[in-house]
């Protein structure tokens, strides 16, 4: 049951982002390329979307929350680190500037697949190797600190 429960809401969130029109990547920077501003080319509708993925996501979570464990689970998987590391800062620089030069993120690429367009098939092939290598990367063990001796 939680599978197909899993299925429905991404196939939500897949037909919302279709709706939406964020699986056209000239939506995308258009929203992005802030100096059309004067000329009229800037498309501030994705500001919209992301505003009520916002307002959905806070209100959920303020009513999830409020239970003692999910509904298909044992227990909440919350995040328990506050510490800001390198990895915090460089994945969001990274997705960033990726969204930024191909007009993707990791949910419009996907619905962007059924449309056959080779651009999605790009992007998601290259997101993959990049989720590939993060995850081989970090799973590496620490290089040892070299120490010398002074004197």
Do not use: E, Y
Not at 49 to 64: E, N, Q, R, S, W
Not at 73 to 99: E, N
Not at 130 to 141: E, Q, V, Y
């Amino acid at each position: 049951m939680s599978i197909l429960v899993q299925f429905v809401i991404g196939l939500v969130f897949g037909l919302g982002l279709v709706i939406a029109g964020m699986s056209d990547p000239a939506k995308v920077l258009n929203f992005l390329d802030i100096g059309a501003i004067p000329t009229g080319g800037w498309d501030p509708s994705l500001a919209f979307v992301m505003a009520g993925g916002i307002a959905v996501t806070f209100i959920g979570f303020k009513l999830v929350l409020r239970r003692s464990q999910p509904i298909f689970g044992g227990k909440f998987h919350l995040p328990t680190a506050t510490d800001i590391d390198a990895r915090i800062i460089a994945g969001p620089a990274i997705f960033g500037v990726g969204w930024g030069l191909a007009g993707f993120c990791p949910g419009p690429a996907f619905t962007a697949l059924t449309t056959g367009g080779s651009a999605a098939l790009m992007f998601v092939a290259a997101m993959l190797v990049g989720m590939a290598g993060a995850r081989w990367l970090a799973s590496r063990p620490a290089a040892p600190v070299a120490v010398t001796p002074r004197g």
